[in-house]
Nanobody, 127 residues
Framework: VQLQASGGGMAQAGDSLRLSCAAPDSTFSSYGLGWFRQFPGKDREFVAG????????VYADSVKDRFTISRDNAKNTVNLQMNSLKPEDTAFYYC?????????????????????WGEGTLVTVSS
C-alpha cells in the first residue's frame, strides 16, 4: 500500500505551497492522515495530522498558524496548505496514515510504528 504525495517544489520565503496526498482506497477514511518532514541528516519530525472524523487537527509548534491540514474523505486525500514559508521549512515531506491517535504520532514515528507512508516530496524555500 502506498500513499501518493505531490505538490512539492521551490518557493521563496513568504510564498505558499500546497501538498496533497492520495490514499489508494476508501479504507483510509477511518485512518488519521498527516505529514512528517525530514531535514538533511536529521530524523523525521511530525508536522501536522488530522483525525479520521475531522474531529481534531494537531500541528507542530514550528508550523502552527502558518500551515493548515485538511482532508476529503470522499476523495481519500489529505492536503497541507503551507503559507508564509521560511527557508527552515526546506525538507522532504512525507504523508502518513495510521489509526493511532494523532497526538501520539511523534512517539509512534520514533518507534517505527506508523503504518503507511508515501514517498517524500521535496520542498525548497529560498530566502
Amino acid at each position: 500500500v502506498q500513499l501518493q504525495a505531490s505538490g512539492g517544489g521551490m518557493a521563496q520565503a513568504g510564498d505558499s505551497l500546497r501538498l496533497s496526498c492520495a490514499a489508494p482506497d476508501s479504507t483510509f477514511s477511518s485512518y488519521g492522515l498527516g505529514w512528517f518532514r525530514q531535514f538533511p541528516g536529521k530524523d523525521r519530525e511530525f508536522v501536522a495530522g488530522i483525525s479520521w472524523n475531522l474531529g481534531s487537527a494537531v500541528y507542530a509548534d514550528s508550523v502552527k498558524d502558518r500551515f493548515t491540514i485538511s482532508r476529503d474523505n470522499a476523495k481519500n486525500t489529505v492536503n497541507l496548505q503551507m503559507n508564509s514559508l521560511k527557508p527552515e521549512d526546506t525538507a522532504f515531506y512525507y504523508c502518513a496514515a495510521d489509526q493511532k491517535p494523532i497526538a501520539f504520532w511523534p512517539r509512534y514515528e520514533a518507534e517505527g510504528q506508523i503504518s503507511y507512508w508515501g514517498e517524500g516530496t521535496l520542498v525548497t524555500v529560498s530566502s
